[in-house]
């Protein structure tokens, strides 16, 4: 009796996560990806989580990649997303509140063609696993920097541009800020990256976290997207604690 | 044993070579004047990156080439392909600009002077070395032996006399901030360079801006020309390569604008519908990818104030 109840119990478990589906992906890092990033949670391979990057990155140090789990509004915890194939794999991860809708574009640097990963994580617990895969000439994670190489850089480190545009019932918040994104992997260069951002209404209360990982591109461009038309800012701070803000 | 063997090497051997001939074939456009057309595709290994125009002038003093093609091996084949219709030797090569299917092939034309705009020296000088690789990951063998070979005459602007032609250069820029273009004054061909092309869709690698290049376009389209060979298309001897040129750079500079304006990202960009009239373009749909890379940053910036 006992015995039929474990029995009974693993089958519904494993029918609950049922098989994640194939992965669309040519992928041979999957299983250490999973592992690492998603834990012992079940997930699936999903293309409700639209996972948009260019089928080929005409400039390695800016691909842009685009995530729409709309599909999903409501229930969305966490998104991360991760290019496979990069020395520095980890894109960013983002906690969208209750007014922010689960999509972001950001522009990534790639060493390589690579299959790109956005895993959204439901409230259910699941993650839903969107995929994409961008064909290259690579070296965007170990060329100079660009920004580098402006005269006068330092003195716009941080500058922000941004405006809010209407879409609909939202707003679309696009913000470019001036960041060199140093991951470390330049000869003499250390890391020196946006590692934090918050978005925030005007009174200063949390509508989304964002941790970015340094295979964000130079000057980092974003666009969010929130419910409504008020105003908001975006705060960001580097790795050496470097704080910066821009209104939208 | 040994007979088998050889069979079995010629076996080997021939298609490879085979597959890696370029079957030049020197078509006359004008009196004097061949083209060598190539294919509107991309680069890719069946075409060897043989997807671009070059030409030459026989004059009365010696030949005048104008673009090498995408490889040491092409340019061998060009070679050839003028000593067929010729034997007159070559005494001038004329590059219209620095991107690599227009100027790899210059390793074969090494005994003769290579002229091109100050410009185009120094953009060769700066991007040759990744073009070419990048060239060798896109169309594979074809690129073996090539390697990047600097002008070694710098042209201006101006008349120059080469026998019985005199050639017009003209300075421009819309392309890749040094293009030449060249208006051969006896046979009224236009060599445009990639300042024009028809029925492939337009590069922006370089550009310095799509308002640049219309301006360009005013320019050429004003000389005295009878036939305009595009850098990448069909010859016409009407102004409709210049048309299309002008509407379709009209709608990419319209399209970039509108959805910097409503805030779209790169992704939805590359995305957006390409007009009807344009079907006809090849391969546009791969170039917005590129332009909207290329250039997008810019119109973004407009769009997105200092805060």
Known sequence: ?248 | MRLWCSLLLLALTVPVAAAQDYHLQPRQIAADTWLLEGSRDNFDKTNGGNIVNTGFIVTDAGVVVIDTGPSRHYGQAMRQAIASVTSQPIVLVLLTHHHPDHVLGNQAFADVPIAALDGTQKLLAEQGNAMAENMYRLVGDWMRGTEVLLPTETVAAGERQVGNHRLRLLALSGHTGADLAILDERSGVLFAGDLVFYQRALTTPNSPGLEVWLKDLDTLQALPWKLIVPGHGPVASDAAPFAQMRDYLGWLDGLLRGSAAKGLDMNEVIRAPIAARFDGVNLSRYELIRSVSHLYPRYEQQALPLR
């Open chain 1, 1 to 248: 009796m006992w015995w039929n109840s474990v029995l009974l119990a693993l089958l519904l478990t494993s029918a609950a996560h049922a098989s994640p589906g194939k992965d669309p992906m040519p992928s041979v890092m999957w299983q250490f990806y999973q592992q690492k990033m998603l834990g012992d949670k079940p997930f699936v391979f999903d293309d409700k989580v639209v996972l948009q990057a260019p089928p080929f990155a005409e400039d390695s140090r800016q691909v842009p990649i685009q995530v729409d789990a709309r599909a999903y509004a409501g229930q969305v915890e966490k998104i991360i997303a991760w290019a496979e194939l990069n020395p520095i794999p980890r894109i960013f991860s983002f906690e969208p509140g209750p007014q922010v809708q689960p999509l972001l574009a950001i522009r990534i640097r790639v060493e390589q063609a690579t299959p790109i990963r956005a895993a959204v994580l439901t409230k259910d617990g699941v993650w839903h696993v969107g995929s994409a895969w961008v064909e290259a000439a690579g070296g965007g994670c170990t060329a100079p920097s660009v920004v580098r190489a402006q005269e006068g850089w330092e003195e716009r480190l941080g500058q922000i541009h941004a405006a809010r545009f209407i879409h609909g019932n939202d707003s679309r918040l696009r913000l470019r800020v001036d960041h060199p994104m140093d991951n470390g992997m330049v000869g003499g260069v250390p890391e020196f990256y946006l590692d934090q951002a918050q978005l925030r209404d005007e009174q200063g209360q949390v509508l989304a976290n964002i941790e970015l990982f340094p295979a964000v591109a130079e000057n980092p461009v974003i666009s969010l997207e929130v419910q409504g038309h008020d105003q908001a800012r975006l705060w960001l701070r580097d790795n050496s604690g470097n704080e910066f803000e821009g209104e939208f």
